[in-house]
């Protein structure tokens, strides 16, 4: 019998320094992979709208895409968390955001809803929250706020810019998150807000010491041919996909990846 994972064992891990493997997932025949070979959270995210649809950005993204993609996930995990993107523009007002994510709660099965952004939708996360729909925050290079990918940059990299991601996290652990993505930052930004916060983050681009790691299935398969620095082909020296992913999470957990190679 394989239990579910919850929202508390995440809280768990920053605690105990287990890290959180994290890779997204946009449908069932990879997310039974994923799920078997012992993810611990599935992100449906909007990057689907680059990876599947094929866009310059994620901004195209819907809420019936993501209700959809994340229904097809959630079909088939048996242990791992699933986390799924608010689209763009999907939570521009608390009444908007409330039912948007209720929906994803409803329709599609996802345990936690992702939103980009800080103190300027500290309400909004607040009202996600009283309705007790858990919220995972997003900080850093948020791609929403790009229509296409050359605005991707690392963030944080001035003193005043760090302080104001600092702020930001703080207070929207205040208003309710429960978890937080951390997107292309330097490492050593990274590591003293996630010392400086009570929940779990989770990092892409953003150093070891996040408690937890993501990446976006398709291109730590290679499949997108990108070539980033924080990213690496996990494809390579392995013989199958549910391999590449093991190593994935044997690398998150034991800390070997991210190595310093890959940070900012
Ligand atoms: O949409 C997504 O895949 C994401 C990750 C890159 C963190 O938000």
Redesign the pocket.
Known sequence: MITKLVISDLKRMKETGEKIACL?SYDASFARLQDEAGIDVL?V????GMVLHGDKS?RNVTMDDMIYHTRLVNNVRQRALVIS?MPYQSYTSTELAVGNAKRLVNEGGADIV?LEGGEEISDIITAIKNIDIPVCG?LGLT?QSFSTSDGFKVQATTEDAAEKLKQDALLIQQAGCDCM?F?CIPAEVAKEVTQALNIPT?G?GAGVDCDGQ?L?LHDMLGITGKKFRFLKNFLKGNDSITDAIKTYISEVKNKSFPASEHFF
């Open positions: 997204t992100l995210g909007d990057s689907l994620t993107d992702k997003h791609p993505v997107e989770i892409i993501v976006v």
